[in-house]
């Protein structure tokens, strides 16, 4: 079973609010580019029905996110995974060759009941306090979210110092505007990141990596070779 590198936890566990370890990949500490791709959240269902047996395994599990991460390298995984590995891998790589490169975990820390629903404001305020305390321990070279749904509550990071901006490119791919933008902390580490389309819904791998080879080439050359 493939597994997440584990150099970090100590320092996650410092992190208030933090419900699940991020995913971090073998080789992602010592990657020439350090990439970190961001889902939105988990949800707690059985089937199509809220469950409060998964919602509270969910919440007490803090390796809920690797395990799930981990079952998609060997299994397969869902639509986000599949789609996600087929914007950067060539055909005939394996999904462990990516994942191994990357970080990644879910911003939401709270399982989410219903998948049509939107998190509270309080949920991304605390998400992105949570956001920023990650990368100042990982220190990712840029970001890609995956999904538009993150800018809600953005302006908490006022409350530690981080500058923010925003930005929407004029092209649409799969009805989605994409976004970029950058944080700045205050002891000068810069992070850039991209927003692209839910790889869930309505996406096409191909399309969207010919948008980020076109914004960020080295980092999708590193990723699917």
Same mark, same amino acid.
């Given at each position: ?98 994942? %191994? ?5 879910? *911003? ?5 009941? +219903? !998948? #049509? ?86 996406? %096409? ?5 010919? *948008? ?5 080439? +080295? !980092? #999708? ?5």
């Amino acid at each position: 079973m493939v597994i997440s590198d584990k150099q970090f936890d100590s320092q996650f566990d410092k992190v208030a609010n933090l419900t699940h370890y991020p995913w971090i990949g073998s080789g992602y500490a010592s990657a020439p580019k350090r990439v970190l791709i961001m889902g939105h959240s988990h949800y707690a269902k059985d089937g199509k029905e809220f469950c409060q047996e998964e919602y509270d395994r969910n919440i007490s599990d803090k390796e809920y996110t690797r395990g799930i991460i981990s079952c998609a390298i060997e299994k397969g995984g869902w639509n986000f995974h599949k789609y996600l590995q087929k914007t950067f891998l060539y055909e005939d790589m394996k999904a462990h060759d990516f994942w %191994s490169k990357i970080a990644s975990y879910n *911003f939401i820390q709270e399982p989410m009941k +219903e !998948v #049509v629903a939107n998190a509270s404001q309080s949920c991304n305020e605390i998400a992105w306090k949570c956001f920023a305390d990650v990368v100042q321990i990982i220190k990712p070279d840029i970001c890609i979210f995956v999904g538009k749904k993150y800018c809600a509550g953005m302006n908490v990071l006022d409350q530690k110092d981080v500058t923010y901006s925003v930005k929407y490119f004029d092209e649409k791919i799969n009805r989605t505007k994409p976004m970029s933008g950058e944080l700045q902390f205050k002891d000068g580490y810069r992070l850039p990141f991209y927003m692209i389309h839910h790889t869930s819904m309505l996406y %096409s791998p191909q399309l969207w990596h010919d *948008f980020l080879n076109k914004e960020i080439p +080295e !980092v #999708v050359s590193f990723l699917d070779k």
